[in-house]
């Protein structure tokens, strides 16, 4: 199935270098583009995009304000900016954002942010969530995994996921395909309860399993 995307950032370099990084993804098709949020909402109700990438500061109407707008319909955001601050993330995803990520990001990591929207999913790039992990979340000792008991490569790589790293970097780690580590992903999340990457990162930051400690 092909992603259709709007990609909407007032700079016509920044939307031109987004559009050919993500057109080049083989299930991912850019249908359209915007210069300010006004536009972006115009032209998201004309072509009904599945994911909006859509900058975090643009003239007439900024990302989070377009970003509320589309709550509800079948149009899931993903914010991208040049901002590393955190209360544009806190802004971002309470206004509905299904991911938050860093125009300095990579291909695979843009290319993966849009598909985790695409697919109900959110992804916020691994620089900010390791920091506001290690903000907020502290260990909790003496609590287990959930209903079921990780496996030691379920632990491994939980651990990886609370660093913030992608299923291709885990997978180049540890000598494994992708596909390997999104089922390992896919067992870890069901085990834990939670729903998506960041609920991983949460308790698996919570068990202890990530900033060096002792993974066994």
């Given at each position: 199935m092909t992603i259709r995307l709007l990609i909407a950032d007032d700079q016509d370099m920044v939307r031109r270098g987004l559009r050919r990084i993500l057109d080049h993804q083989p299930d991912i098709q850019v249908i359209g583009e915007a210069r300010d949020g006004e536009e972006a909402l115009d032209v998201a109700r004309a072509?009904?995009?599945?994911v909006a990438l859509v900058d975090i500061r643009m003239p007439h109407m900024d990302g989070l304000e377009v970003t509320r707008q589309m709550a509800g319909t079948p149009t899931r955001v993903v914010i991208v900016t040049t901002f590393d601050l955190d209360e544009y993330?806190?802004?971002?995803?309470r206004h509905g954002a299904s991911g938050f990520v860093l125009k300095r990001s990579g291909?695979?990591?843009?290319a993966e942010a849009v598909r985790a929207a695409a697919a109900g999913d959110s992804l916020i790039s691994p620089s900010i969530t390791v920091r506001l992990l290690k903000r907020l979340v502290a260990p909790v000792p003496g609590t287990g995994a959930g209903p079921e008991t990780l496996t030691p490569r379920e632990i491994e790589i939980a651990a990886h996921v609370a660093e913030g790293k992608t299923n291709a970097d885990i997978a180049a780690e540890l000598f494994i395909s992708s596909g390997t580590v999104k089922t390992h992903v896919a067992s870890i999340q069901r085990k834990f309860g939670v729903r998506n990457r960041v609920g991983i990162a949460i308790r698996a930051w919570e068990l202890g399993y990530a900033a060096g400690r002792d993974l066994r």
């Open positions: 072509l009904r995009p599945d993330v806190y802004a971002a995803l291909a695979v990591l843009l």
